[in-house]
């Protein structure tokens, strides 16, 4: 009897059961629920970084297993969150509106949208709903196209992409050129997503109004911690059958898996677009913890800060990129929050809010360098200290050779 999924691959219930022990601990400790230990920025903080760790997940996935390095998967990331923002802006609006009509006379729809409009697009000098406001007041229906719309755009962007042969680092070029007009694209008042503003107020959500920051903030933590879980499964189940062996293939030799007769453009697109709809979900959780999200969110920089996380954590390691990720935010907050004390030289006083880009840039070199597998590394040692467990008979005259056990699974 072959060992089943979970049997194979006995990080994943490593990697659950730390989510699973974090998860409740924040929330035991939290304002809401518990001591009051952690305050509600930091559980938002953390619900935050979970969100983080979810859209690694997928660049280590593009990045590590197939070996397409993209630069513009924050884009997707930026767009799960413009799909949700616009229905909590539209829903919270509306309360607004109908609050301040309370005690006159009832509003018809059309002069309910109107005023909806006007409230919303006002400062971009514009009182009319964009088409892309359609379902902003249908959650479901904003839900759904949290999926949709960065899904359809990375398999069009893909498929061209692909098709052409384009590879290397001049597909990383165009994933960063798509990101680049897109960012520029949204900073424009008339795109219908109210420009250089962006969408605020995000963390007010439309009837938990009475629950108060502090429980809304737990329970984004409990649904990124689920999103992540669910990721983490989806993404490790992946790459641990043949399709895994299929994209590593692709990763190392790709002209070989294509002699052997696999479609690489048909695998490529697939993982191209899977990991942009796992970008969005985590980006439509993590704008809401946010509270606002304007084009500067998804501009080039940021998915080059994303393979920074991948890199400094170990690509080709699914609990590499989470490491990475959460390693990188935390860190990231404690600097650039004015945590961390400022350093007096005498000469010169460096302040850690302005030097952190430079030290994340250093870390990454250092890395690169000295500590290729990143800090899953550390993991990779740790197991080598142990003897591997093999059985069967060897199937070749070496020590090493491979085992029947092993030639069967």
Request: glycine share 12%; charged share 10%; proline share 4%.
């Amino acid at each position: 009897m072959k060992p089943g999924f979970l049997a194979k691959n006995p990080s994943v219930l490593t990697f659950l059961l730390v989510l699973a022990v974090v998860t409740l601990g924040v929330t035991f400790l939290s304002e809401a629920y518990g001591s009051g230990v952690i305050s509600t920025s930091m559980v938002k903080t953390l619900g935050k970084t979970l969100c983080l760790c979810l859209i690694a997940i997928a660049m280590d996935l593009i990045w590590g297993y197939t070996g397409i390095l993209s630069l513009g998967h924050f884009a997707f990331f930026g767009l799960g969150g413009y799909m949700v923002g616009m229905w909590l802006m539209y829903a919270r609006t509306r309360e607004i509106v109908l609050s301040s009509a309370a005690g006159v006379l009832p509003m018809t729809p059309q002069e309910l949208q109107d005023a909806i409009a006007t409230q919303i697009f006002g400062v971009v000098g514009s009182s009319d709903l964009p088409l892309v406001w359609s379902f902003a007041g249908s959650l479901p229906m904003q839900l759904l196209l949290v999926v949709l719309v960065p899904g359809v755009l990375a398999f069009l962007f893909g498929w061209f992409a692909f098709k052409s042969r384009v590879t290397g680092v001049y597909l990383s070029i165009l994933t960063q050129a798509m990101t680049l007009a897109l960012s520029l694209y949204l900073f424009q008042n008339d795109s219908g997503l109210r420009g250089n503003n962006g969408l605020s107020g995000l963390q007010n959500i439309p009837g938990l109004e009475a629950a108060g920051q502090d429980a809304v903030s737990v329970w984004f933590l409990w649904a990124s911690a689920g999103a992540l879980a669910l990721g983490y499964l989806a993404v490790a189940f992946v790459v641990s059958g043949k399709f895994g062996s299929v994209i590593r293939g692709i990763r190392d030799d790709e002209a070989r898996v294509r002699f052997l007769g696999y479609s690489v453009e048909t695998y490529k697109l697939f993982v191209f677009t899977l990991t942009a709809v796992i970008a969005a979900i985590a980006g439509a959780l993590y704008y809401p913890q946010a509270g606002i999200i304007n084009p500067a969110e998804i501009a080039p920089i940021a998915s080059i800060y994303l393979a920074v996380w991948v890199a400094i954590g170990g690509r080709g390691r699914i609990y590499g990129a989470v490491v990475g990720a959460a390693f990188v935010s935390l860190v990231s907050t404690w600097f650039t929050g004015g945590r961390a004390p400022d350093l007096p030289l005498g000469f010169y006083t460096v302040k850690w809010v302005d030097w952190w880009s430079v030290l994340l840039g250093l870390s990454f070199v250092l890395v690169t360098l000295f500590a290729p597998k990143g800090l899953a590394g550390l993991v990779d040692l740790f197991e080598g200290l142990r003897p591997p467990k093999r059985g069967g008979t060897p199937l070749g005259p070496s020590e090493g050779s491979l085992r029947e056990e092993e030639a069967v699974e």
